[in-house]
């Protein structure tokens, strides 16, 4: 089943093939993962988001329209549970706290420069507005095209590409501020 398409999977999950929604799982479990790591900071918060993401997506497949890619679909309940656990965890200290620990975590496994840079872009990119931040991790972190980010943010290639530009300005903004 690896050679058949995520719609594909998609009908034959609709005709009563479980494996098939199996095998979507498989396919983007590491993907919404990191997401929603990044959304969450914390690695066992990220993995209950994501476990839930498909236990909603198990439930609402059968409705699925097919107006957009499936991986996009997930993405946007990834996108509306990260928020609910958010706004359910009144998480605005919680998560300075999450990430000062992940710091921590990762200075003590790997203390190289290449890891210090990393939390520093890490840093960086959570700074950014809401929009910002998320064509940041579509486009550069999840590498997907215009397209496609524009297709998962429901917006134009136009708008990708402004915020992108936004971003990266902004980016250049906050790390002349650390230097």
Same mark, same amino acid.
């Given at each position: 089943?690896? $050679?058949?398409?995520?719609?594909?999977?998609?009908? !034959?999950?609709? !005709? $009563?093939?479980?494996?098939?929604?199996?095998?979507?799982?498989?396919?983007?479990?590491?993907?919404?993962?990191?997401?929603?790591?990044?959304?969450?900071?914390?690695?066992?918060?990220?993995?209950?988001?994501?476990?839930?993401?498909?236990?909603?997506a198990y439930k609402g497949l059968r409705g699925f329209r097919f107006h957009a890619e499936p991986?996009?679909?997930?993405?946007?309940?990834?996108?509306?549970?990260?928020?609910?656990f958010n706004r359910k965890s009144s998480r605005d200290s919680i998560l300075q706290r999450g990430?000062?620990?992940?710091?921590?975590?990762?200075?003590?496994?790997?203390?190289?420069?290449?890891?210090?840079?990393l939390i520093e872009i890490r840093g960086l990119v959570n700074r950014l507005p809401k929009r910002q931040h998320e064509v940041v991790m579509l486009r550069i972190f999840e590498g997907l095209s215009i397209e496609e980010t524009a297709r998962t943010m429901r917006c134009r290639p136009g708008t990708v590409k402004a915020l992108l530009h936004k971003a990266q300005k902004q980016l250049r903004l906050l790390e002349g501020d650390i230097l």
């Open positions: 089943m690896d $050679g058949i398409s995520d719609t594909e999977l998609v009908r !034959q999950f609709r !005709q $009563g093939d479980t494996h098939a929604f199996s095998v979507l799982v498989k396919r983007h479990q590491d993907r919404l993962y990191r997401l929603a790591s990044v959304y969450l900071y914390q690695q066992q918060d990220a993995m209950d988001v994501t476990q839930e993401v498909f236990m909603r991986f996009t679909w997930l993405y946007r309940i990834l996108i509306n549970v990260c928020a609910e990430a000062d620990e992940e710091i921590a975590r990762i200075k003590d496994s790997a203390n190289t420069e290449v890891t210090q840079h």
